[in-house]
């Protein structure tokens, strides 16, 4: 029996009037899998709850920040004790201090850091100071991989352009986007081949060392080693687009599981404990390319707000202190043998991927290292997937193309009612 969302749909046609689409970020418009989105009233632990009261226990936490849970205590009160202070300064304060110290600390590739405001102005900044260092235009980035809307990374992107059919952006002038060059994941040969051709003018690569933006997958043994050699032998910049793995997978992000260094990295989400906050960060003879030691430009108003400060290093403390990294783990392993004993008898319809506390259900036998593989997803079993979970008090990210999330907050109970609910989910469709 479906739910009732009198007050969320109230509310969408109200937010249809004044908002494009009726949302501040398209893929929260369940244009995915059909219907109309619900809106939050309020969210606890694993656990949201609509505009009419419906729970639901959430695999999206916030599409990944929230790795604590929802309205983790330590992290609010940080955030009060912080707000009691003031909002902003705009003049440098010491916890911008405390939470570089603390990225470079566990994250060793990166010398300097600097903090932005969301994962696109970390990965804009990227791709601009590679520029800047480099004296080279071209980037390479990968099918399905999204670095947030940066007119340069707005070719074959992955997550909410991928789902709504669009991955290549109107408004990105063509000139533009052919300094963009655009490869599929996993493959060494394209790589080879790209590098050969063009790798004087090349200055940087992007990438998400584990792709989080095409729903999952991973990179085969060896990619990022050759990735990194080609990088170092033609003066590339090799940029890790951490955005959605770091202090998710490990303390040390990606990077740190697969034994790469890059020369850049950029971070989003989960430092900024559910504020929006970004950085960037890497060697320290290229940050030094910054203003106001270097030529190229960057700032920001808000950057290095002292609440957004507050909240990371709060959340970061916690996810020490608890051991999280290896909780996260145990969950992740819990849930994934949860869901293929619920997927029994379907496997020759559906792929399951996981790495720590990411995961992804693909509707297709697999198996599934890049772009093209992931597309071969029936999303019209998926859809149906989604909304017969939903009805059973299960949020998944709405669309098939996006990861799951876990946070510390999912315990044993909820891992279990989520895979009685998707054995019964999977028997309606497929
Ligand atoms: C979410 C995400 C971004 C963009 O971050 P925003 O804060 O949404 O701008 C960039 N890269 C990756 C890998 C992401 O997952």
Redesign the pocket.
Known sequence: MAMRREQSDRLFAEALRHIPGGVN?PVRAFRGVGGTPFFARRAHGCRVEDADGNEYIDYVCS??PNILGHGAKPVVDAVIRAAAHGLSFGIPNPAEVDLAARIRRWVPSVEKVRAC???????MSCVRLARGFTGRDLIVKFEG?????VDSLLVAAG?GALTLGRPDSAGVPARLAELTVVLPFNDIGALRATFGERGREIAAVII?PV???AGLYLPEPGYLECLRELCTAHGAVLIF?????GFRLARGGAQEIYGITPDLT?F??VIGGGL?V?AFGGRADIMDHLAPLGPVYQAGTLSGNPLAMAAGLAQLDELEARDGFRALEATGAALEGALREAARGHEDRLCLKRIGSMFCMYFTPGPVRNLAEAKRSDTKAFAKFFHAMLDRGIYLAPSQFEAGFLSLAHGPPDVEATARAAAASLREAL
Not at 117 to 123: C, V
């Open positions: 970020s599409w990944g405001n969301s994962g696109t102005e970390a990965t991989c999204y670095h947030g809307h997550s998400e792709p989080a933006n687009d951490e955005v959605m793995t950029a989003g989400k929006p970004g």
